[in-house]
């Protein structure tokens, strides 16, 4: 089925949406993190209302929902696209200058406003296949913002591709834009059974073509060392010192495996991420990140095996250890709607693309979404080096990310079937 992307006006978009500053906030746990994020959403509302949508709203928590009804009798299942508004606070977000590098030459891109930061095949390896290709990256001052309004303006093109083909049958469209995915609160006020879709697809992922179905099962520990404070100056044989049994422990965990430094693809790790304390009492924080729940606990027993191994040594201290869980695979999930990636897959190779398939090393609105009983694989936008200010996306790849969507939408409609919302799993 032929049909056109307006690659144009998916850039224009674009490249409006970067410019407005929406970064979210570890520190405050309203929802959302920040105001900002309103000023995109509301500029969204409109452009979805200007587009014709129908129920578009935009909530008190900054979550902006719209439909595209069917146009096939009976329709088909509801199908959702969702995309995150807001920037990665590790960056500066604001001010951002975007630069588009027309017909990229193949060799070094300068970013104008750092020439210090360059962009090569060398040290970029996917950039060694854009020859040709329209790339943009900010002026090297901040980062670029196409994680994930890259995912924002593809799903606008998909939308206005199925508006102006109607001949292309497909179900409800759902569209979701949300805040503060970057600070791991992205559904945290989400309307699953409001949003009203049966399936969902984030537009949020990296490489041409690529479609992700799993993610790291997560889980926190907090390993609390005790030791006995005395004055230093009559500590002999008296003092235990908190901060060195923290430090034995992490000097007893594997240098040359299990830390994110080390690991790679369906590699797990172990990673201390903050410690803080006095003689008396010291507090290591680790997050645990692998694929199964087996393999978690398995990493879980080691920490905690090394712990008090530790506190073995040293008569009269000891460790307190404590894990919290924080979210599962969300292939389990997706398992119970294969057809989600199936059709994922199908829609790539309609669109030219041979699809790929990573797990995801991280987390995404998709894995809680999953759960809480809405499928929802990720799909590529064509973005690479995410929250740093040497971030690049191709044009054409944003422009197929599109074409993806409109042959997911048009595959649902043609052979997808009502299911209804999956149970919500813990």
């Keep these: 089925m032929e049909f056109k992307i307006d690659r144009q006006d998916m850039l224009d978009r674009f490249l409006t949406y970067v410019r407005v500053h929406t970064t979210s906030s570890e520190e405050n746990m309203d929802t959302p993190s920040t105001q900002c994020q309103f000023d995109l959403a509301r500029i969204l509302v409109k452009e979805l209302e200007d587009m014709g949508l129908e129920d578009v709203r935009l909530t008190e928590h900054c979550y902006v929902y719209a439909v595209l009804p ?17 920037v990665s606070p590790a960056v500066a977000g604001m001010d951002v200058k975007p630069v588009i590098h027309k017909n990229y030459d193949g060799g070094t891109i300068t970013l104008p406003g750092d020439p210090s930061l360059t962009l090569t095949p060398e040290t ?37 591709a199925l508006k102006a083909n109607p001949e292309i049958p497909h179900g409800p469209i759902h569209v979701g834009f949300t805040p503060d995915e970057e600070v791991g609160r992205g559904v945290a006020k ?30 926190s520990m907090t390993v609390t060392c005790h030791g006995v404070n005395v004055h230093p100056g009559s500590a002999k044989n008296k003092m235990i010192n908190s901060v060195k049994l923290a430090a034995e422990l992490i000097d007893s965990l594997p240098k040359d495996a299990l830390s994110p430094e080390t690991t790679e693809k369906r590699e797990g ?12 009492t010291t507090v290591i924080k680790f997050i ?17 095996e090394r712990a008090q191994a530790v506190a073995a040594r040293y008569p009269g201290s000891r460790v307190d250890v404590a894990v919290s869980h924080s979210y599962k695979n969300m ?73 993806v969507c409109v042959h997911l939408a048009r595959i649902w409609g043609e052979r997808g079937e009502r299911k209804g919302l999956l149970p919500t799993a813990d």
Aim: proline share 6%; net charge negative; glycine share 12%.
């Design 124 to 160: 970029d390896a996917p950039l060694g296949e854009c020859t040709g290709l329209d790339i943009i990256t900010s002026d090297g001052t901040t980062l670029l913002g196409g994680d994930d309004k890259a995912g924002i303006a593809i799903i606008m093109a998909m939308l206005k």
């Design 190 to 219: 989400f309307d699953v059974s409001g949003f009203g879709a049966e399936v969902a697809y984030t537009v949020d992922g990296e490489f041409l073509g690529e479609i992700e179905e799993e993610t790291f099962c997560a889980d």
């Design 70 to 86: 069917g146009n096939m009798p009976g329709d088909g299942p509801p199908v959702g696209f969702l995309a995150h508004m807001d």
């Design 288 to 304: 645990i990140r692998d694929f199964t729940m087996e393999k978690l606990k398995q990493h879980e027993e080691l920490i905690a």
């Design 331 to 403: 292939k389990v999930m997706l398992d119970k709607r294969p057809e989600a990636v199936e059709f994922a897959f199908e829609a790539v190779r309609a669109a030219g693309l041979e699809p790929i398939m990573n797990p995801i090393r991280g987390g995404t609105d998709g894995a809680r979404l999953s759960f809480m009983g809405l499928p929802t694989p990720n799909i590529f936008t064509g973005g690479h080096n995410f929250h740093g200010k040497k971030e690049w996306i191709p044009v054409q790849h944003m422009e197929a990310s599109a074409r």
């Design 269 to 280: 790790y172990v990673h201390p991420q903050a410690i803080s304390g006095t003689e008396e």
